[in-house]
């Protein structure tokens, strides 16, 4: 069974930027995609995007495009979601997902990371 | 974007008891080449992340529990457990992923 384990919580000024990271184990890491879904305090969920491990394809919410991006390190089955401009509206729980090829319902999903984007 | 809208908001079921949970897509998430329909359950209790329960909008993930039960097609889906237990106050979240965006529903929460 794949384990997901995110980084830890973050504090950011508005206009940064957070980088948070999501480490897979368990399962070949090329043979599923990886997914990013947000949670604002009291809020539903909220897709943001993904990418495929295997060959780095990414595709984003249009929301968020041109903020957000998703990469992956295959050597570490390491992947990352970086939001740039942030301000208070980003303030959330941002997880890690990883989804069957080509599909985009989340079979396991990682702890979660906080992200506060407080001046 | 497709909007999933769940109903109701909320609801209060004794232990035992049937829960029911609707969701209605604006647009159908079944695909007519392979008649699935492209439809998700989740479920997620305080503090944690949400738990796939049942995908193609009938299929329980394995080690789900067999009081949970998804049914529907096209546009309206629902959400069966059959008989509450008190591990199942939670909150609930249908999502279609027909299409990119994948998006969800606002939630539902359960009650005892």
């Known amino acids: 069974q794949v384990q997901l384990v995110q980084s830890g919580a973050e504090v950011k000024k508005p206009g940064a930027s957070v980088k948070v990271s999501c480490k897979a184990s368990g399962d070949t890491f090329t043979s599923y995609y990886m997914h990013w879904v947000r949670q604002a305090p009291g809020q539903g969920l909220e897709w943001m995007g993904r990418?495929?491990?295997?060959?780095?394809?990414?595709s984003y919410s249009q929301k968020l495009q041109g903020r957000v991006t998703v990469t992956r390190d295959t050597s570490t089955s390491t992947v990352y979601m970086e939001l740039s401009s942030l301000t208070s509206d980003d303030t959330a729980v941002y997880y890690c997902a990883k989804a069957p090829p080509d599909l985009y319902y989340m079979d396991v999903w990682g702890k979660g990371t906080t992200v506060t984007v407080s001046s | 974007d497709i909007v999933m809208t769940q109903s109701p908001d909320s609801l209060a079921v004794s232990l035992g008891e049937r829960a029911t949970i609707n969701c209605k897509s604006s647009?159908?998430?079944?695909?007519?080449?392979?008649?699935?329909?492209?439809l998700a359950w989740y479920q997620q209790k305080p503090g944690q992340p949400p738990k796939l329960l049942i995908y193609?909008?009938?299929t329980r993930e394995p080690g789900v529990p067999d009081r949970f039960s998804g049914s529907g097609s096209g546009t309206d889906f629902t959400l069966t457990i059959s008989s509450l237990q008190a591990e199942d106050v939670a909150l609930y979240y249908c999502?279609?992923?027909?299409?990119?965006?994948?998006?969800f529903g606002q939630g539902t929460k359960v009650e005892i």
């Open positions: 647009q159908s998430v079944l695909y007519s080449s392979n008649s699935k329909n492209y």
């Open positions: 990418v495929n491990p295997s060959g780095g394809g990414t």
């Open positions: 193609w909008a009938s």
């Open positions: 999502q279609q992923y027909y299409m990119t965006p994948p998006t």
